[in-house]
């Protein structure tokens, strides 16, 4: 196990930003609104050659009634202080310490567990005697920075490596620390939260049935049957026309990437509320963008048994623009159907990454055009060459041709069909490319029975042979070119005699 340091603290100290500092990228959204953080968030940071995960928590209000959000951020925010090995309080330099502060500070001194008091928002040494005055009183180690702009955080993470190195324990080799990273996609409270729940076995997300409650991308790590996988719960997306808030569209944009950075993508689809508009882009989106994805209807112990032939057909409909893709019917409350998710997860995985030879692809190929021939398009038929792997996660095929314009899409997406019969992808998204493997020749003149007209230069010179004299023969030689006039040449000379005499 990784040392834990917990950074904890009243709302809208600047968690998030030290969060995202430590970590040297922005997983956590941050935004001047309070509580925009609430459940919690891990990351991995190394540093003096010390290996220490960090948890973000949202802000505690010790105070909070029951049953409210803010109370379950404050008991997300106790389980990650039962989990640390060491403690960042967080407070503000520029407001000093405030009720709030003391009555956090309580609930910290109460874990018996070492404390760094964290002044954040101190932008230079000649602030620090005024920001850190009050603070001196709680009795903690102090560390004065500015998240901001970057003030004293190379020596605050040198002492959290120190603190954290007395917690280093040696761990067995293993695989992937992050095992299969699963993404959790839908709409506002279809439930996604409550599935993370019951497939990790504890409420590591908060729950509730107020649409909007997850706001950041959360990643969920556990361990099961000896595999490690990583849950990703996202932020519910909805139509961008009705999103008005700055801080939801950073939401759902977070939601849509993690979807891509994701092994396979859960898309969480709620069986009373029905199959709306937003679902459908969804799948549109996940099919376009060829993700591996399976669809979760979640409550439907909710639904009647005599709706759940018309729910089937719905969803049935709506997945024929990706027809491979599993739809799994459970209820994340009564925990029916959600143990065939990670079997399916990995299966969707292992077909993803697969690598077939070229040998055993071009008898695919062969059996495939065998059954069916290409149609013929303008007197002309398609002839298939050879077929390749050029890709995987997820698998790529392309399809060397004459020309690639003689492929119909519906003969395409036969080949598609065939290709995954015959290799046994079922579930994965597969891409089909063809390309020809020659340049076009181009169109051969049309041929007409007419004889071709003579150009000017061939005229002049038939011309010049009508009016040239005839060359006289060298006298003394018989026969051709001896020094007697042919009768041409006679004829030739008569004419002109005449000539000459008319115009006399």
Do not use: W
């Not at 390749?388 to 997820?394: H, I, K, L, R």
């Amino acid at each position: 196990m990784l040392p834990i340091i917990a950074l904890l603290g009243r709302p809208n100290v600047g968690k998030s930003s030290l969060f995202n500092r430590l970590l040297r990228q922005n997983k956590a959204i941050t935004h001047d609104l309070p509580g925009v953080t609430r459940d919690r968030i891990y990351g991995e940071v190394t540093e003096e050659d010390v290996r220490f995960a960090v948890i973000d928590t949202g802000g505690m209000l010790p105070d909070a009634e029951d049953g409210g959000m803010d109370r379950s951020v404050f008991e997300q925010a106790t389980d990650a202080l039962s989990e640390a090995d060491v403690v960042l309080f967080v407070v503000d330099g520029r407001e000093g310490m405030t009720m709030l502060d003391q009555a956090v500070s309580e609930k910290i001194r109460s874990s018996g567990k070492p404390v760094l008091l964290v002044v954040n928002k101190v932008d230079g040494p000649e602030q620090e005697a005024k920001a850190t005055a009050d603070f001196h009183a709680l009795g903690f180690e102090i560390a004065t920075v500015s998240a901001a702009h970057g003030y004293g955080l190379n020596s605050f993470r040198e002492r959290i490596a120190e603190l954290a190195k007395p917690f280093v324990t040696p761990e067995p080799p293993s695989g992937p620390e992050l095992g299969l990273k699963l993404c959790m996609l839908g709409r506002p409270n279809a439930g996604k939260s409550s599935l993370v729940n019951a497939l990790v076995g504890q409420e590591r997300q908060i729950v509730s049935d107020v649409a909007g409650t997850t706001r950041d991308s959360v990643d969920v790590g556990f361990e099961k049957e000896g595999r490690r996988y990583t849950f990703v719960d996202t932020a519910g997306v909805r139509r961008r026309a009705v999103i008005t808030d700055h801080l939801e569209k950073l939401s759902v944009y977070r939601a849509l990437s993690s979807s891509k950075r994701a092994d396979v993508t859960i898309l969480v689809l709620d069986a009373i509320a029905g199959l709306s508009h937003q679902d459908k882009r969804l799948i549109a989106y996940l099919a376009e963008q060829r993700t591996p994805f399976m669809v979760v209807v979640n409550k439907v112990d909710l639904v009647h048994k005599d709706r759940m032939d018309e729910l089937r057909e719905a969803y049935g409909e709506a997945l024929r623009i990706c027809s491979h893709v599993p739809v799994l019917y459970l209820s994340a409350l009564t925990g029916a159907g959600t143990h065939k998710i990670l079997p399916l997860a990995e299966e969707i995985r292992r077909e993803c990454v697969i690598r077939i030879g070229t040998g055993a692809l071009n008898r695919a190929m062969a059996e495939a055009l065998t059954k069916h021939q290409p149609p013929v398009i303008k007197r002309r038929r398609a002839k298939f060459y050879y077929l390749t792997q050029a890709d995987e996660d997820p698998p790529m095929f392309v399809f060397f041709v004459n020309d690639s314009e003689l492929v119909t899409t519906a003969y395409a997406k036969y080949l598609e069909n065939q290709l995954r019969k015959l290799l046994g992808i079922k579930k994965a998204p597969l891409a089909v490319v063809f390309r020809s493997s020659h340049e076009k020749k181009e169109a051969e003149r049309p041929l007409t029975n007419r004889a071709p007209r003579l150009g000017k230069s061939r005229r002049d010179m038939e011309a010049a042979k009508i009016d040239q004299p005839a060359k006289l023969a060298k006298p003394g030689k018989p026969g051709k070119g001896s020094g007697k006039a042919t009768a041409s040449t006679k004829k030739a000379a008569g004419s002109k005699t005449a000539l000459s005499r008319k115009k006399g």
